[in-house]
């Protein structure tokens, strides 16, 4: 394992090509693109103010950055540097922006969700669309980049609009029977859409291409409700994670539930493996003093390395005691994704802020629980094999595979504290984000994460 | 006692009066004598007693007493003391025996009291302990009695607490309900509030929105534009097409295109799997059909009309699938068949199983008897056999032995080997075949001492002519010499030497042995003989029975006094002597075993004897 060394970042703002070629990343107000596996910079544009958001077209030809405070959105192409487009989003403000997936419109959200802009840049036309809502995930995009499936709030009613991607006439025009539409996502075969309610009320609901209700699931009612959606990358199965700490997974054929993975903070079941990252105080050196020092004094050497040890069972898991007088609370399934392969689903409970479970969905059952020293961040799935990245804003990046999990320790001046996580395309190496910082982690073979069970990688 | 004797003294004066009132008094009395009695110890009372018949009777007033004695008596239903007056003016007697049987009486009764007083004690004691014991118990039970109460009254007051507990518990349950209820309620009120004010905001917040979007989007604002250097070319590089009815339809016929890619593609999937899940099926049948077929067989014997039936089922329904082409069926057509049969032969298969379960089952239970039984019923063939074998093994011996003894029987006497052959078992038949070797040989070495004894007989008789006529001519000369006796004498007992030394020489060996020891033929010899042969018994080799030592031994015994009798009277007997000496020198050639042989001898003479018996 190999990293490389540290470029500043602002906003967290990095992002590899859809086409695996380049990477983009943003210090205030640059934009630097650089070659994927070089680092060399390719490209290096300057915006007028601050960057608060990048995406790249679906062709990696065109990358938009976003400035909402000054409701601007500038383009840069990268085949001709010279090439610009800035689209002035005037006094309507501007809350968000992102691609169609042809690559050639741009839609704008303004501000108060008063109405999508849909900017073409391959002809003088501007297209608005009306009555968007604000919620969680309103617009979504099919796979193939065909439809896009619009939330929207008309006379305090939700309604979902299917849009065709290609000529922005709208397809269908339903209402959805929620009380408040949190959020809509395709399944990856795009002939499938599933809708849920806010999370006052448990309410998923899954239509057809065509506006057909499919489906209605409601686990369970009084109670808050659905917290995070996901599809499995087959569009067979449909997880659904809820306040209750529960993920509820529903079958295509008759959308029905399976199953049910609790999240219980005990594991007894001798079969599950319970990864425990442990700390592990560095050999003292010579010359050193016995009692270490305190940590910002310590420096950059301070940090201490960890490892992980497979902990029997019973294992009892922290938890926390969520706050019951505050909004969202810290409770439920707050993230969860399926492995590429299908075959996996990691969750994260949020009132066991620093265990990641790991479901076999094929046996459904758990199959291992990580539990971090520290609350996990964000993780995310290796897009070739079943290798999950986890991060926990701490100096290190975490690794499961089915034949085990290593703990890896981010050389480099200063602490490197990985907040975010972001995979190449190929799985062939992972873009590692701090507040100010990102490096490139190149994973050589699988062979690294395979054999090294529960070790430190190296990191010259 | 005192009282009663002052009322004595005038009472004994006179008058009948008196008497009548003294026997009122005394019918008293006693009872209160006996309380008393029962009271004190029984040597006072005794010694009581005598004081009182000694102050009660005196000299003077024996009439009155005895007078007074009748009377009681009678009142008490004894005989009269007096005997029967004949006349009014006799004076009764005193009938002494009556007097006698009256005390006698009188002490049995006294006996008979005692003894019941001693019971009606024992009673008592017995009764008193029971009394004890029972109060004891009673005093228990009481106490349990008590502390069971005790609990149960704390039973009851923690039940009652429950109760209560329970009551409170219902209520606070029902007060919860009531709550939730309400809660519930007051939650759905709030939510149909929450929603009106939701949606009132909501429009509110829409009106403003429309405004804002009016102002905003009316303004004409110039800063919403877009700056582009130049537009790019479409990314599949056609141009634009215009909106028109046509390209609506265009995308509805393109989505439900895509819609049925999908569907066919799901179903493809799902025809896929059904294939494999026939083919899975078809296989199990396939299988499970041979894994029954052998049981078929079996069913069919035992004419199973269920099992059989269904099983030719089956077979049909095999040939019919693999007759025709069922896997290009639709489902729905081979279905019912299919999943019918399968069905079946699931069930006949789970009954298999489960039967093979119970016999397992049953093995486990009942641990190896059953296998035990199994075995047995091999066991017991096997035994049936083993003994029709030993059987004719036995029967075979026989006819083996019967033909041997035959054989035996044609070689030796007929009657012994019969006698043998009945008599005997087989061990006793070996022994009895050495000791008639051994007879036999004896009886050989008996010939050949007998003619070596007819041969010195014929000697003897030859020099006993010699003899004669030597006396003869002896006589003949003293008869004409007329000389003294004492020359005569000497000359007998010359001869008499001569005698015994002619018959030294005919077997010296067997002579020298008797010598060392007692000669058998001593009057003395024979009681120490008998003893001697007692002890050599038991080391004896061919050991018969004591009995027979024992008839040996008094044939013995007869054959010592047989020899002494010759002995003594040899120079009387000389024609009886040659016999008995047949006898005598038997015994001697083994002079420690001689009794023994000799005994043996004996022993096969008397076999000898028997065998004539039958």
Redesign the interface.
């Known amino acids: 394992m190999n990293f490389s060394e540290v470029f500043k970042l602002s906003s967290l703002l990095c992002k590899f090509s859809p086409d695996g070629k380049y990477l983009a990343s943003c210090v205030q107000y640059r934009l630097v693109v650089r070659d994927a596996n070089t680092l060399q910079i390719r490209q290096l544009y300057t915006c007028l103010d601050q960057i608060q958001h990048i995406e790249w077209s679906?062709?990696s030809l065109f990358i938009l950055c976003a400035l909402y405070k000054r409701g601007l959105v500038q383009v840069w192409?990268l085949e001709q540097p010279?090439?610009?487009?800035?689209?002035?989003?005037?006094?309507?403000g501007l809350v968000a922006s992102c691609w169609s997936p042809?690559?050639?419109h741009i839609l704008n959200t303004?501000e108060?969700?008063?109405?999508i802009t849909v900017?073409?840049?391959?002809?003088?036309?501007?297209s608005y669309i009306k009555y968007p809502k604000a919620c969680q995930q309103g617009i979504t995009f099919t796979r193939d980049g065909?439809?896009l499936a619009l939330a929207e709030?008309r006379?305090?009613k939700d309604y979902v609009s299917i849009l065709?991607c290609s000529?922005w006439?709208l397809?269908r025009h339903f209402d959805t029977d929620t009380?408040d539409l949190a959020g809509i996502e395709w399944a990856p075969?795009?002939?499938v859409l599933a809708a849920w309610d806010s999370c006052l009320e448990y309410k998923i609901l899954v239509y057809?291409?065509?506006g057909r209700l499919l489906s209605t699931f409601c686990a369970y009612e009084?109670s808050l409700g659905i917290k995070s959606v996901a599809w499995s990358p087959s569009s067979q199965f449909l997880a659904v994670g809820s306040y209750d700490g529960k993920v509820r997974i529903l079958n295509h054929v008759t959308w029905k539930m399976i199953t049910e993975f609790g999240h219980p903070a005990t594991i007894s079941n001798p079969k599950i493996v319970v990864y425990k990252e442990a700390e592990k105080s560095p050999p003292l050196v010579l010359g050193r003093l016995a009692f270490p020092a305190p940590r910002a004094a310590a420096g950059p050497l301070s940090s201490t390395e960890s490892k992980y040890e497979v902990a029997s069972v019973p294992v009892s898991l922290q938890t926390l005691k969520p706050a019951a007088d505050r909004a969202n609370p810290r409770i439920g399934i707050g993230a969860l994704a399926f492995s590429p392969d299908s075959c996996f689903l990691a969750t994260r409970s949020d009132s066991v802020p620093t265990a990641v479970w790991i479901w076999d969905v094929q046996k459904l059952r758990l199959l291992a629980v990580l539990e971090q020293l520290s609350a996990v961040r964000c993780f995310q799935w290796d897009p070739r094999q079943a290798r999950l990245a986890i991060c926990t804003g701490g100096s290190k990046v975490y690794l499961w595979s089915p034949a085990g999990c290593v703990s890896v320790q981010v050389p480099g001046e200063g602490d490197f504290q990985v907040l975010s996580v972001c995979w190449h395309l190929s799985g062939d190496s992972l873009a590692l984000l701090s507040k100010d910082h990102f490096c490139l982690c190149f994973l050589e073979t699988e062979q690294g994460v395979g054999t090294a069970f529960g070790q430190r990688g190296d990191h010259t | 006692m005192g009282d009663w004797m002052t009322v004595t003294d005038p009472g004994l004066s006179s008058e009948s009066k008196y008497i009548s009132q003294y026997t009122s008094e005394t019918k008293m009395s006693p009872s209160s004598l006996y309380s008393q009695q029962v009271l004190c110890s029984s040597i006072p009372l005794s010694k009581n007693v005598h004081s009182f018949f000694s102050a009660f009777c005196t000299e003077e007033n024996i009439e009155q007493s005895i007078s007074y004695l009748d009377q009681e008596l009678t009142t008490f239903g004894f005989p009269s003391l007096y005997e029967e007056s004949k006349g009014k003016e006799t004076k009764r007697e005193l009938n002494i025996v009556a007097v006698l049987n009256c005390m006698n009486e009188l002490l049995v009764l006294q006996r008979k009291n005692l003894l019941a007083q001693e019971n009606v004690e024992t009673q008592n004691l017995k009764l008193g302990s029971d009394m004890d014991h029972l109060q004891n118990c009673y005093a228990k039970l009481k106490e349990q009695l008590e502390t069971s109460r005790r609990e149960m009254i704390g039973l009851q007051e923690r039940d009652r607490q429950l109760q209560c507990k329970n009551r409170n518990l219902h209520q606070l349950l029902k007060n919860e309900k009531d709550e939730v209820q309400k809660l519930q309620s007051i939650i759905a009120s709030r939510a149909t509030q929450y929603n009106h004010d939701m949606k009132r905001k909501e429009r509110e917040y829409n009106k403003l929105k429309e405004r804002l979007h009016q102002l905003v989007m009316n303004k004409k604002d110039k800063k919403i534009a877009m700056e582009v250097l130049n537009y790019v070319g479409r990314a599949d590089g056609k141009r634009g097409s215009w909106r028109t009815g046509k390209t609506e339809a265009r995308n509805e016929d393109e989505m439900y295109k895509i819609l049925l890619n999908d569907y066919e593609y799901r179903q493809k999937q799902i025809l896929m799997e059904n294939a494999e899940l026939k083919k899975v099926l078809q296989q199990m049948k396939k299988e499970m059909i041979s894994l029954l077929s052998p049981q078929k067989q079996k069913s069919r014997e035992r004419a199973d009309d269920s099992t059989g039936t269904v099983i030719s089922d089956i077979e049909e329904d095999a040939g019919e699938l693999s007759r025709e082409s069922t896997w290009d069926l639709s489902c729905e057509t081979v279905r019912e068949q299919l999943t019918n049969s399968i069905r079946k032969q699931w069930r006949i298969l789970k009954s298999h199983v489960e039967k093979l379960d119970n016999q397992v089952s049953k093995v486990h239970l009942e641990g190896f008897n059953d296998e035990d039984v199994i075995s047995r019923q091999d066991h017991e063939q096997e035994t049936e056999k083993l003994e029709l074998e030993i059987q004719q093994c036995k029967e075979m011996i026989k006819t083996q032995q019967q033909l041997l003894q035959q054989q035996l029987a044609t070689a030796c006497d007929d009657d012994t080997t019969s006698l043998l052959r009945d008599c005997y078992l087989l061990e006793e038949k070996e022994r009895l075949k050495e000791e008639w070797s051994l007879f036999k040989e004896q009886k050989k070495n008996f010939e050949k001492e007998r003619r070596s004894f007819t041969e010195a007989a014929i000697r003897l008789g030859l020099e006993r002519k010699a003899f004669e006529e030597e006396r003869a001519s002896w006589l003949k000369q003293q008869f004409l010499n007329m000389t003294t006796f004492d020359h005569q004498n000497s000359e007998n007992v010359k001869l008499f030497s001569a005698f015994s030394g002619s018959s030294d020489r005919d077997n010296p060996t067997v002579h020298s042995r008797p010598r060392q020891k007692k000669p058998h033929g001593a009057p003395s010899g024979s009681p120490v003989c008998t003893s001697k042969l007692t002890k050599s018994l038991p080391a004896s080799p061919s050991t018969s029975d004591y009995c027979q030592t024992r008839s040996c031994v008094s044939e013995y015994s007869s054959i010592s006094v047989l020899n002494t009798t010759p002995e003594e009277s040899k120079p009387h007997q000389v024609g009886r002597e040659c016999t008995n000496q047949k006898w005598s020198v038997a015994s001697r050639p083994d002079s420690q075993e001689g009794c023994c042989s000799g005994c043996s001898s004996t022993h096969a003479n008397a076999h000898v004897e028997k065998d004539d018996l039958p």
């Open positions: 679906a062709d192409s010279e090439w610009h487009c800035k689209i002035d989003e005037g006094s309507a042809d690559g050639r303004t108060f969700h008063l109405r900017w073409s840049l391959c002809t003088k036309s501007v065909r439809y709030r006379d305090c065709v000529d006439q397809l009380q075969n795009g002939c057809s291409l065509d009084w």
